[in-house]
């Protein structure tokens, strides 16, 4: 089966759950920002959570397959279908997503997963290394990307996805933290101000303008690993969050780390969106955590009873 890009939308790309493992060699993670979203979606239409489906910027594409199907979409999508649920697509049947309702990034999850070559384990697409996905780039007009077999479909019913599983999106939303290995030489300007999303930001990193965050030493820094969710405070005092494509080594200094659980709230920031920022124990971090997997292993083994 395929899928035919009618129109690509602002920024469309295939991604997955990342390359986890590689980073020692220099690889980003990458995969879906919000990877909550993707496994969700996947789930919802009997495919395994790290297949690879649609990641959506802004606008969304406008899709056709060629045979019938079953889809689902995030909550973000602002088009004609009911987000977390699954739907039935007919051949030929156009599927135009539109503007994001809310949010910046929205998923597509298809029966079977799109079955994009695999690069270095993983099928996501590296905009900036030029390989993954679907030609390493994101998807234009035309495009037909290949779906893989389905396993059981899902009974299509009078049925969804309880939506408080997902954070709500808030107006000004909070993200926790914990600290940073050079947390101690920054006042505490980052939990007491507001900070603003600026347009200069993307997949590898987001950046922020607020109270300036000043460094009480001055010599430079070794560069050591970072990750997604790393908050990073350049000379200019205004911090930057890493996402999923960022380098695997940097020397700026280190304020903070967004919780794992949190980066979904990270990945759906727009330009001009306001933050703040909350620190917690890594104690704290862990067991949020440990609660947000306990309820998806339990959305997992109830949705068993949705496929024949």
Partial sequence: ????????????????????GLRAAGVPIGGAMDALALRLINLLVGNAEYAAGLEMTLVGPEVEFSQDTIIAVSGTVAGPLEPWRPHRIRAGERLGLGRLANGCRAYLAVAGGLEVPKVLGGRGTDLRAGWGGWKGRA??????????????????????????IYPIRANEPVLRIVRGAQ???FGPDLLSGEFVVQPQSDRMGLRFKGQALTRNLRQELVSTAIGP????????GQPIILGVDAQTMGGYPQFAHVISVDLTLLAQLRPGDKVRFSEVSLVEAHRVYRSREKTLAVLREGLAQKFR
């Avoid at 129109?7 to 295939?14: N, Y």
């Fill in 1 to 20: 089966m395929e899928m035919k890009v009618i129109r690509g939308g602002m920024l469309t790309t295939v991604q997955d759950l990342g390359r986890p």
């Fill in 139 to 164: 998807l234009h007009d035309g495009d037909v990307l290949p779906v893989g077999l389905a396993g059981v479909a899902p009974v299509v019913g009078n049925w969804r996805l309880d939506p408080k």
């Fill in 183 to 185: 947390a101690d030489e």
């Fill in 229 to 236: 969710g790393t908050v990073q405070v350049p000379p200019d």
